[in-house]
C-alpha cells in the first residue's frame, strides 16, 4: 500500500491503524480498495501519526 510507504510504516501496521480507528480519513472504494488524501495524510503524519491516539498504558505502533 503507498499510503504505508510514504509514511514509513509496514503495510500490515498501517492496515492495524485502518482497523483500530486511528488511520487518516479515507474513502473506501471495495472491500480492499482504500484511498486517503494526501493533505489527510500529510496533517496526520504532522499530528504525530499513531502515537497522538494513543492512550496511557496503550502501545503505539512502532516506527519503522
Known amino acids: ?4 510507504i510514504y509514511c514509513g510504516y509496514s503495510e500490515q501496521q498501517f492496515s492495524d491503524f485502518v482497523k483500530r480507528s486511528i488511520a487518516p480519513k ?6 480492499n480498495a ?6 489527510d ?4 503524519c504532522a499530528a504525530g ?3 497522538a491516539y494513543a492512550s ?6 512502532v516506527h519503522k
Open 34 to 39: 482504500r484511498r486517503f488524501k494526501r493533505s
Open 56 to 61: 496511557k498504558g496503550e502501545r503505539a505502533g
Open 1 to 4: 500500500q503507498e499510503t504505508a
Open 26 to 31: 479515507s474513502v473506501l472504494f471495495s472491500r
Open 49 to 51: 501519526g499513531p502515537s
Open 41 to 44: 495524510v500529510d496533517a496526520w
